[in-house]
């Protein structure tokens, strides 16, 4: 805004056409969707504003808010199906609270923190992300023959941490607590459907060549799936405290 003179005005120098959705949402924190050409003007305006909660409303098939909070004892996990239509080249991002009450034991190999699929018989796997028992996090691409990173942070128990996977189509990074952990490149692209129609997996013990290992055993919160890859602003303000689940 720029300053007009003694009375205190200011000018504003933005076309006023669709100020108006801004101060509906500025007073109500909601606002009733417009058609898509008129929505995607408004979403410009928000963004200059910096008015991020009303750019969130404006899309809401970007991000899906998947689970508040849950608990986990190892021996059940959930399943919660959704509708979200991925960016193009498959691009996502998973953005989650996580604290972890006990280490996996050698004998039990790897707890799954969440295992995402396609709503299929066939095999269509999203990349996994696994509590080890050196305490960190890998995380796998595709059914996980093959894992493609570890976080190097090895994480405390009973202490809340972070957590962002960020899966392009050339390449899939970790982020702890706001700041990249990890990344690797991806030589295969990625085995997934593109209907819009996934199933996200928590908490599921799985099995293995070796046996069944036993499940995650901690709590997760905010757990939200976003149909594209996150920039460094946005992950940070997940991270913080403004909660991404209503």
Known sequence: AEYMGEG???RIPRDGTHFMFLLNYLRDREIDLPPEPTRTAIEREAVHYGLQ???DLLNPLKSKCVVKEAVFDGKRGMLAELKLTLAPGNAFSITLHFTATKKPS???GKFTLYHRQATSKEDNYLPSLFFTDQRR????HGVCVACHLTSTTAFTLKQRYHIALLHGSTSLSLWVDGVLDNTT???DPPNVFTDGSLALHLGDAIDTPNGRHT???GTLNEVTVHS???TAEQIGASAGLRPMCA
């Open 185 to 187: 490149p991806l030589e």
């Open 8 to 10: 205190g005005e200011y």
């Open 106 to 108: 050698k004998s039990q």
């Open 228 to 230: 594209k890859l996150l």
């Open 53 to 55: 909660g009303l750019v």
């Open 137 to 140: 996090l890998t995380a796998c």
């Open 215 to 217: 499940g995650f055993v």
